[in-house]
């Protein structure tokens, strides 16, 4: 008597593939700092059904599949020189060498004390108080560049296939500029052959400084630096935060081109403050996107009105 395995063989390689296309779920990224294998008796139980099925499915593993580095709190990383290389030698030899993207995504959810920062949290210079919010911390925030880089080209040799790398930038309590990003991105394309950069900035209830009105903003800083090179990308999201707390992760996708349109110079100063009126809105916004976080947890700083406050934002 033949068994269901045995059977299941029987059948043709294009019948058996048309199986595999309906059953096998893709995994799209794997944790840098605990995945030896994406594929493990939960995520991918028929992998481990029979010798031949391992066979059958091996060139179906990784594809466009992303090793995640998640920064749950950046400045912990800075302060304590942390480190994250060496967790390339974990995975296994198939998931690096067919890993096609590494995603970097960041987030400071805790204010920190630093006792080297020269500002206090309005970004003015601290002459008397010794200690401010990591939140102005441009030893802390602008470090992390240039910190994670070296690290990141530390990989290259381990990450073959990799054609992309993409930091997802989450609003949350730190300070960190273009300038602190442009020599460690070149260092990259430099560095790495054939490489494309994302970077995503998400953030929260946008609000655009009123002290920054007529003057280039944080998103079109990035931008304008990023639109030149060819081979990096920017890209600005504006999500609700009840929302995000709620599980919607719809938000909208910023134009930031918009920001030195005739429209929005128009736009009654008061109105531009926040994007919450169709006036405010409809220069920057160019439609909706779905942003989930991978593997780290957004945070925002609420005053005691509940307001998000301004100084929580990638400055």
């Keep these: 008597?033949?068994?269901?395995?045995?059977?299941?063989?029987?059948?043709?390689?294009?019948?058996?593939?048309?199986?595999y296309d309906l059953v096998l779920e893709p995994i799209e990224f794997s944790n840098l700092y605990t995945a030896r294998t994406a594929y493990t008796p939960e995520s991918c139980p028929l992998l481990y059904v029979?010798?031949?099925?391992?066979?059958?499915?091996?060139?179906?593993?990784?594809?466009?599949?992303?090793?995640?580095?998640?920064?749950?709190?950046?400045?912990e990383y800075i302060r304590n020189d942390g480190t994250f290389a060496q967790y390339i030698n974990k995975p296994t030899r198939r998931m690096k060498m067919q890993t096609d993207k590494i995603i970097v995504e960041v987030v400071q959810s805790k204010r920190r004390v630093s006792p080297e920062n020269p500002h206090d949290r309005n970004g003015i210079m601290n002459h008397g108080r010794r200690y401010v919010m990591h939140w102005q911390d441009l030893q802390g925030g602008n470090i992390f560049p240039p910190k994670v880089v070296p690290e990141l080209l530390q990989m290259k040799n381990?990450?073959?296939?990799?054609?992309?790398?993409?930091?997802?930038?989450w609003q949350g309590e730190w300070h960190m500029s273009i300038m602190s990003w442009r020599d460690p991105l070149q260092s990259l394309l430099?560095?790495?052959?054939g490489l494309r950069i994302e970077l995503e900035m998400n953030v929260f209830d946008y609000q655009e400084p009123p002290r920054q009105q007529g003057f280039p903003n944080i998103i079109q800083?990035?931008?304008?630096?990023?639109a030149p090179i060819e081979r990096i990308s920017f890209s600005a999201n504006d999500f609700h935060w009840e929302d995000h707390e709620s599980g919607n992760y719809w938000g909208h996708r910023i134009d930031p081109t918009g920001f030195a349109s005739q429209r929005w110079r128009e736009t009654d100063p008061r109105l531009r403050h926040t994007l919450e009126t169709p006036e405010a809105r409809s220069p920057v916004y160019m439609g909706?996107?779905?942003?989930?976080?991978?593997?780290?947890?957004p945070h925002?700083?609420?005053?005691?009105?509940?307001?998000?406050?301004?100084?929580?934002?990638?400055?």
């Design 1 to 19: 008597m033949t068994t269901s395995i045995e059977n299941f063989f029987r059948l043709s390689r294009e019948i058996r593939e048309m199986i």
């Design 50 to 75: 029979h010798r031949k099925i391992t066979e059958d499915l091996q060139h179906r593993l990784y594809k466009n599949h992303a090793i995640v580095i998640p920064f749950q709190d950046a400045g």
């Design 158 to 169: 381990h990450l073959t296939a990799v054609k992309t790398i993409k930091f997802v930038l």
């Design 190 to 193: 430099d560095n790495w052959d």
């Design 221 to 226: 800083a990035y931008h304008r630096h990023c």
């Design 288 to 297: 909706e996107v779905e942003r989930r976080p991978l593997l780290v947890k």
């Design 300 to 315: 925002v700083d609420k005053d005691e009105e509940g307001v998000i406050s301004s100084f929580t934002f990638l400055r």
